[in-house]
Nanobody, 121 residues
Framework: QVQLVESGGGLVQPGGSLRLSCAAS????????MGWYRQAPGKQREAVAS???????NYADSVKGRFTISRDNAKNTVYLQMNSLKPEDTAVYYC???????????????WGQGTQVTVSS
């Protein structure tokens, strides 16, 4: 069974930076797209950034120029570098992986458990 484990969340002051990581495990052969969503209290989950197997990236308008998504295929890990953080970036951040092929099966849509990011002075 494929699992995604996020790390790197925490409390940061406005203008600060955080780097989120999400490592996939489970005898993985390949992963198509990976990315991040976030959900703030009382709001719907929204897409933040994604990266394809060919390293094509997409960003929400609200984070363009501040966040950078990258991946290390050898480690089955996706990263989200977040700079110039704002209080409105406060949310639980979830990573996901699409079309995960393992040694024994394949899974279309896998999600992590989420990591809290709080931007506050």
């Amino acid at each position: 069974q494929v699992q995604l484990v996020e790390s790197g969340g925490g409390l940061v002051q406005p203008g600060g930076s955080l780097r989120l990581s999400c490592a996939a495990s489970g005898m993985i052969v390949s992963i198509n797209a990976m990315g991040w969503y976030r959900q703030a209290p009382g709001k719907q989950r929204e897409a933040v950034a994604s990266i394809s197997s060919g390293d094509t990236t997409n960003y929400a308008d609200s984070v363009k120029g501040r966040f950078t998504i990258s991946r290390d295929n050898a480690k089955n890990t996706v990263y989200l570098q977040m700079n110039s953080l704002k209080p409105e970036d406060t949310a639980v951040y979830y990573c996901y992986a699409v079309e995960v092929v393992t040694a024994h099966s394949s899974e279309y849509d896998v999600w992590g458990q989420g990591t809290q990011v709080t931007v506050s002075s």
